[in-house]
C-alpha cells in the first residue's frame, strides 16, 4: 500500500469508529509496525488532521471533519455496489428505487476509468427465490423509526390470534426472504421483535417516544448483551 493511500485508510478507520483506535489495532488493519502507525499519525496531525488522542490510549478523529466523499477505491466502490443490489432486491419499494438511486449518483461522479466498475460490475447478488408477502408498507416503520414515533400494530402470531400493540420501533431488520421489526412492546414491557410479513395493520402515532435521540437503542443495545434469546419473542 502507497504511504498516501495509508493515511488516507488511518482517517478513513477513524471516520468510522465511535471509541478510540489503538495503533496496534490501525497496525493489524493496514498490516504495518506500531512504529509506522505512530510515524503516519503524526505526520497526519502536523497536516492539521484533527486526531486527538496518544499512543497506548487510543486516536479518535474530532467531530465535524470531513474529506472529499467521494475519493472511493476500487474495494469500496465494489462494497456499494454490492451492497446495493442486495437492497434492490430485497426490500421495499421505496428504499430498492433509493439503491438504484445511489448507484447512478456514484456512476455519475467517480472518475473515467473507475466508472466500468459499476457499469460491468465484478460483483452481484443471487436473485430473491421469494418476496416477504405483507399487507403493510415498510416504509412507514422505517419513517417512525427516524422520527421517533410510536406504532399501533394489530399483529398476527404464528397461532393465527390476533392482538393490539403499541410499540417504540428501534430497527428494521432485512433478511433473506423476511423482514422484522424490534421494538419496545408497552404490552409486554419488553423488547419484542415483529415480523412484517404478519402485521396485519399500522398506525404511525403522533405521540413521541420520548426518548432522545439513539436511547432507546442504547438501551436495546444493552439487553441484548446481557440477554441471548433463544428466537424471537412476541
Partial sequence: MR????????IQILRRSTRPVTAAALAEELEVSKRTV????????GQRVPIEGEAGLGYVLAAGYDMPPLMLTPDEIEAA????????????RALANAARD?????????????RPLIIESGVG????LAEPTES??????????????????????EAGQETER????????????????????????GFRHFRTDRMVEVETLDESIGLRHGELRRRWQRWRETNAPSGPRV
Avoid at 3 to 10: C, G, K, N, P, V
Avoid at 38 to 45: E, G
Avoid at 81 to 92: E, I, P, Y
Avoid at 102 to 114: G, N, Q, W
Fill in 81 to 92: 455496489m454490492l451492497g446495493a443490489q442486495w437492497v434492490a432486491g430485497r426490500s421495499d
Fill in 102 to 114: 445511489l448507484i447512478a449518483k456514484i456512476a455519475a461522479v467517480v472518475p473515467e476509468h473507475l
Fill in 3 to 10: 504511504r498516501a493511500d495509508r493515511l488516507f485508510q488511518i
Fill in 38 to 45: 505512530y510515524r503516519d499519525v503524526a505526520d497526519l496531525i
Fill in 125 to 128: 447478488v443471487r436473485p430473491t
Fill in 166 to 189: 403499541r410499540v417504540w420501533p428501534i430497527i428494521l431488520g432485512y433478511a433473506e426472504t423476511s423482514r422484522m421489526l424490534v421494538a419496545w412492546c408497552e404490552l409486554r414491557q
Fill in 136 to 157: 403493510i408498507d415498510p416504509s412507514s416503520l422505517r419513517s417512525a423509526i427516524r422520527e421517533g414515533r410510536k406504532l399501533r400494530l394489530r399483529y398476527r402470531s
